[in-house]
């Protein structure tokens, strides 16, 4: 069952209120890590690569790690393209064997973003994966985006509702007040906006920009109707503090280099099964 769509792994996430963490992941360590705490915790799990991660792998090298590692556990675990701008990308990562892709084109018009959006699905149906696309702007903190402009790139609910019925796209990135990256100040998630938009909107609901988000919050979250939460910038900051700290604890001598490595997949693990357990996902395989 192991190696499966993004449909398939948020299967169960509305009618029994949990959310399914999408982790990304750098290196061998983290996915290891990442599909570790899922097992431990009977959980659906879904394991996101971004572009940059594309190029410094390959397609094909990431399907092959990962669903060789999936394939190795009884949990389901979806493979994710996070954040393509390219259709052509999305097209090439479902060939290659990616369950899922997100299509990226939020930053176009709303009718480009329509169009692209609308190609992937079509190109994605064919191969059974699924697709995720977004709608108004999750921004980064590098964005330094003014607090009086913040309210305009939130999603539009009825903007959503459209969106949704000219794509019949799986699953939609909302932006309600979160941002990529570290957060300078408490973000300010707009609840009643995400509640609209559930009721309007009937694939699944995504958040992005998971770092740094009270675990209340994202409880909230869940309970408003969000199935797939993002989380990256934490694990490469988890990722990195490892490396660091092995090097300085490692003798000098020691020359086999799973000695600097392999805490990361138990660092990650600790930080994703917590994670897991806010996102109410342990024991719902
Ligand atoms: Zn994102």
Redesign the pocket.
């Known amino acids: 069952m192991s190696y499966v769509n993004l449909k398939e792994v948020l299967r169960n996430t509305k009618n029994q209120k949990f959310a399914v963490g999408a982790f990304n992941f750098n290196g061998y360590e983290d996915v290891q890590g990442i599909v570790n705490a899922a097992s431990h915790l009977n959980a659906p799990i879904i394991v996101a690569a971004s572009m940059s991660v594309v190029r410094y792998f390959g397609l094909k090298q990431i399907v092959g790690l990962v669903r060789g590692i999936a394939e190795a556990v009884d949990i389901p675990v979806c493979l994710h393209l996070?954040?393509s701008t390219s259709v052509d990308l999305c097209k090439e990562a479902i060939v290659a064997g990616f369950g899922s892709v997100m299509i990226d084109a939020s930053a176009k018009s709303y009718e480009d973003n329509i169009h692209d959006t609308v190609e992937v699905v079509q190109f994605a149906r064919k191969y059974g994966a699924s697709v995720e696309a977004e709608i108004g702007h999750?921004g980064g903190v590098e964005d330094n985006i003014v607090v009086s402009k913040e309210d305009a790139l939130l999603t539009n609910p009825s903007d959503a509702q459209k969106f949704y019925e000219a794509t019949k796209v799986d699953a939609l990135a909302v932006a309600i007040g979160t941002a990529?990256g570290f957060y300078k100040k408490e973000p300010k998630i707009d609840f009643e906006r995400l509640q609209t938009i559930r009721n309007l909107v009937p694939c699944h609901l995504v958040l992005?920009?998971g770092t740094g988000v009270p675990d209340k919050d994202f409880k909230r979250c869940v309970d408003c109707g969000m199935s797939k939460i993002?989380v990256g910038t934490e694990l490469k900051k988890v990722y990195t503090d490892t490396i660091r700290n092995q090097c300085a604890v490692v003798s000098r001598q020691e020359i086999d280099p799973k000695k600097l490595t392999k805490q990361v997949k138990t660092n990650i693990e600790d930080a994703v099964m917590k994670k897991i357990i806010t996102f109410g996902s342990d024991d719902k395989i």
Do not use: R, T
């Open positions: 996070d954040h999750v990529h992005h920009g993002n």
